[in-house]
């Protein structure tokens, strides 16, 4: 998979992650944005190495999805949990 399929991935999880946990981000549109990447990332890379689930080069792949959602999951609640009571709630 190119940066690009990968860029695209992060973005979908992200958006996949932003559903699954609605809710006031610290972070706003873009954190969010952000972290879906990093986690497609993280998860693509942590299913090849602990799962031993090679990265196929192909994006549609419903593990490598499913790892990246997870890690735009994982990601989201730790920036929340870090991050998340450092503005001012109204």
């Known amino acids: 998979m190119s940066i690009i399929s990968w860029i695209v991935l992060g973005l979908i999880a992200g958006v996949v992650a932003k ?5 006031r981000d610290p972070g706003g549109f ?3 944005t952000l972290i ?3 986690g ?4 693509g890379w942590l299913s ?7 990265i196929n080069h192909d994006v ?6 499913i790892a990246a ?3 735009s999951l994982v990601l989201l609640i ?3 949990i870090l991050f998340g009571h450092s503005r001012e709630r109204r």
């Open 36 to 38: 879906g990447i990093v």
């Open 19 to 23: 559903i699954l946990l609605p809710g």
């Open 40 to 43: 497609a990332f993280l998860g």
């Open 78 to 80: 730790l920036y929340r």
């Open 69 to 71: 959602v997870a890690g």
């Open 30 to 32: 873009f954190g969010t």
């Open 48 to 54: 090849s190495e602990f799962l031993d689930r090679p």
């Open 60 to 65: 549609y792949d419903p593990a490598l999805w």
